[in-house]
């Protein structure tokens, strides 16, 4: 369990910092396994795992990275989690895809709050907005480039995702336990991710 949760950890190094030097930014393997390990430590701390990444960014910040760079209850979470994740990746696909309609859509978005007042400053949450699709822009730049590393990365995070999974499956079994299918646990395992 403990090396399956290693090798978990030491895959998304490898990934953070194969996405850092497609956008330019050189750390060595150390520094990605000790900002991996610190987000670890602080969403194994804060409430609802709230710290970990903003850690992570707050130690990459210190290595010189910009910040920029199965019970019916449980069903209704995975399937919140897999709307969500959907979500995520539909607007991310968008934007890599379609910025200009995501630029026209963040705006609108801004421009209707701001005449709501639920925002204060829309004009500072539109520079905020350019910046931020800057900063995506070059980065889809480099993901449209070669497929390579998209897939380089879906592989890592498969092998760190089946390590991960797998924790609890070798702690029952250290544990001499049985009754329970393997499968169930790190089922169980990944819906406690999501």
Not at 81 to 94: I, R, T
Request: hydrophobic content about 50%; aromatic content about 8%.
């Amino acid at each position: 369990g403990a090396c399956l949760m290693l090798a978990s950890l030491g895959c998304q190094a490898v990934n953070l910092r194969m996405l850092l030097r497609c956008c330019g930014q050189r750390i060595g393997l150390w520094t990605g396994v000790r900002a991996v390990l610190i987000g670890f430590y602080f969403s194994g701390i804060t409430p609802s795992s709230s710290g970990g990444q903003p850690a992570q960014v707050w130690q990459l910040a210190r290595a010189g990275i910009a910040p920029g760079e199965v019970f019916k209850g449980q069903k209704i979470l995975l399937l919140y989690g897999f709307a969500a994740a959907s979500v995520v990746l539909a607007l991310l696909s968008a934007a890599l895809f379609s910025g200009k309609q995501m630029r026209r859509a963040g705006r609108a978005a801004v421009a209707f709050l701001g005449r709501r007042r639920l925002i204060r400053d829309p004009e500072g949450w539109r520079d905020r907005l350019e910046r931020q699709m800057a900063q995506f822009d070059a980065c889809a730049a480099l993901l449209r480039q070669g497929w390579m590393l998209p897939v380089r990365l879906l592989a890592v995070t498969f092998v760190q995702q089946l390590c991960l999974f797998a924790v609890p499956s070798a702690v029952y079994c250290a544990l001499g336990l049985s009754g329970q299918p393997l499968w169930r646990l790190a089922a169980a395992q990944a819906l406690l991710s999501v």
